[in-house]
């Protein structure tokens, strides 16, 4: 499995409890994959304050800002900093393209009275948090919002194999 993305455990943090979605911006020198493949999950370091829960999906968008993939409802239940993992399946698992730049997230459901909350690096200006009902999925296109460090999320995705020539003497090249 590959990934693309923040998958260090940065120690800045930031907390919401309304409906939201976060994002790290295509604009991010991680958003690229370097290979081809099929996307399986988007990992996020979130967790909920106090002793409650929540729900959220992966998200993926183009680097235009426009909807392409959104995961399944994954439960939000450690009250810990924890890598959550948030699956996609069936037609949501797409094709990823090697040099293509991404926006990718989580959107998730409004906590109550407790906070969702984020890992995430210091530097400026390369993350989205703009608020998104979750019950009504998320927006076709990213919204605009507040700016703060790359969110600690990643996303995982099969290679494609990849086909190898193997001399064989007696008839040629071959396929392996």
Do not use: H
């Not at 590959?2 to 979605?21: I, L, W």
């Not at 958003?31 to 081809?36: E, L, R, Y």
């Amino acid at each position: 499995m590959a990934t693309f993305g923040q998958t260090g455990n940065n120690a800045g943090s930031t907390t919401s409890s309304a409906d939201s979605a976060l994002m790290n911006k295509a604009a991010d020198a991680e958003s690229t994959p370097a290979s081809n493949g099929t996307l399986d999950s988007v990992v996020a370091r979130v967790w909920v304050s106090g002793t409650g829960s929540t729900v959220g999906k992966g998200i993926i968008y183009s680097e235009a800002g426009d909807l392409i993939a959104t995961g399944d409802e994954t439960a939000i239940n450690s009250n810990v900093e924890v890598a959550v993992t948030f699956p996609f399946s069936g037609a949501q698992r797409i094709a990823l393209t090697a040099g293509t730049k991404y926006n990718y997230g989580i959107i998730y459901n409004d906590p109550g009275a407790d906070d969702l909350t984020w890992s995430r690096q210091a530097t400026a200006s390369a993350s989205w948090k703009y608020s998104d009902n979750y019950e009504d999925g998320p927006a076709a296109t990213i919204g605009t919002g507040t700016v703060s460090g790359p969110i600690d999320i990643y996303v995982n995705y099969t290679e494609d194999s990849v086909a190898t020539l193997k001399n064989n003497s007696a008839f040629g090249n071959i396929l392996a």
